[in-house]
């Protein structure tokens, strides 16, 4: 169909390409942010806390070091889900876990300790938390930078610069991990520094493209990709780990992140209004439903003051701390909990590391479509929505971390739970997280950047505190973990069901304007009239279906 102006309305509308764009770069985020996890496991050696100093006795000390490489969970009975257990030793090979110390000893034979640690950096449990927690150190300082430079530049440049600076520095990752740890924590934080911006600025995005009733489904769609990124790189580093060795996962996803750069900077477009390619009638849908209470009458500075003193906005920040806390431990410590605990081999760490996060996914989109039902239908409200789903997002999943550590090393059970948590966690984006367009559709960006901020300065501390918990990487020290983790899961949770709100925020708008704020039940009824009557020539095909 060609409009008066020469636009066609394709099969794919503008807004389910931007879709598409917006998640393989969120695929490419996450793949920068983390390959890093589980490359670890084949880059650093962990000495045991009641590992002996001295090396008077080099036999003693081989036990020593064989014994920590064997996971907690050895006996076979445990891993009844695996013909053999199998751990991942220092130098790279599967030993077999039904062993003792001495049967370790036997088995490393004339291999010497210089030969099993070569290429390997020696940290303790609290240095690699370090590094583990360094991208978090840069990170969380350009949130809120990040949304005004969105709002001020667009999207499309801070997006893509975020990943072409992160891409660059991943190729020297294996060379600062060669000189000292410290300088792979220096860079580690650099690309934090760099990614930062990427969620607050996706928020601007968000404001300008899609309708509010769209919302949901097309943030489900596109934030949720970050388990995607982590679908398809924990397996892909375990891969690339056992067939040739972990530098090339950093060559590999650096590689991978230039190519899509250039896709972004050639078919992304800040606004409807500057696409070349969007038909007429799509473009007027689209601004149509934006303009009801998100772009117009916008105030010509930013109420800073008004940000940390609104308590709606506050209960949505405290929501996101606790769920990006949990998320986080998920996304650092998994791979290491299934090989030091579970007993995983590199290559089966990365695939089972990688199952939690695909139910995320599908739990975050299934949330979407079933919260915009639930809506349009008028069966609940746009409040009532946002808190359902973050009891199930925040609180339920803190329940479940509390039966994987009861479950202990029952391994089948503890592998069919993390599903199930990270499913639950998945309706975010129908729960707390929309609430930030709710408050303040025009400050969307600027918001976002200061509710993570404060949720990845908590959350930097993550590995960390779990390296320092679990010096020994005992059960009982995970059960701990877990057991903090579910208390900030359910209490942050709470706090967002007492004080959280969807209302529009005074300070949204000029002052001038506020008698004519629309309520979000009213934006979503006026995006359903338009439904009912669109303008001449708007046919169903442009309309967004993710």
Known sequence: MTTAKGRTCGVVPARVSLALLTSAGVVVLYMLRINLSVAIVAMVHTPSSSSSSSSSSSGASLASSAAHTTAFCTTPNQMNWSSEATAVADNGEDVSMTGTADDDVTHLGNVTQDDRLADKMILTGTQKGMVLGAFFYGYFVTNVPGGRMAEVYGTKRVFGAAILIGGILSFFTPLAARTHYVLLILLRALIGLAHGVVYPAMNVMVAKWIPPIERPRFMSFTYMSNTLG???????????????????????????????????????????????????????????????????????????????????????????????????????????????????????????????????????????????????????????????????????????????????CNITLAVALFPVGTALSGAICSGHLASHLDLSPNFAGTILGVSNTLAYMVSMCVPVIVGAMTPDETLEQWQSVFWMTAAIYMSTAMVFVIFGSTEIQPWNYKLEAEAERPTPEEEIKFVEDTDQKPRKGLSKDCRMEV
């Not at 139910?359 to 808190?387: C, E």
């Open 230 to 408: 982590t679908i398809i790189t924990m397996p892909m580093c375990g891969l690339i780990i056992a067939a040739v060795d972990w530098p090339a996962v950093f060559y590999i996803s650096g590689a991978v992140s230039l190519v899509w750069v250039l896709l972004w900077m050639l078919l992304m477009h800040d606004t409807p209004a500057a696409h070349p390619r969007i038909s007429q009638e799509e473009q007027s849908y689209i601004l149509d439903a934006i303009n009801k209470g998100t772009t117009l009458d916008k105030p010509s500075r930013t109420p800073w003051r008004s940000f940390f003193t609104s308590v709606p906005l506050w209960a949505t920040n405290i929501a996101h701390i606790g769920s990006m806390f949990g998320f986080n431990l998920l996304l650092t410590q998994l791979p290491t909990y299934m090989s030091s605990i579970l007993g995983f081999s590199i290559t089966s760490n990365g695939l089972l590391s990688a199952l939690p996060f695909l139910t995320q996914f599908l739990g975050g989109t299934a949330s979407s479509v079933v919260g915009d039902w639930l809506l349009t239908h008028k069966y609940i409200t746009v409040n009532t929505s946002r808190k359902v789903f973050a009891i199930i997002s925040i609180m339920l999943p803190g329940v479940v971390l509390l039966a994987v550590g009861q479950a202990g």
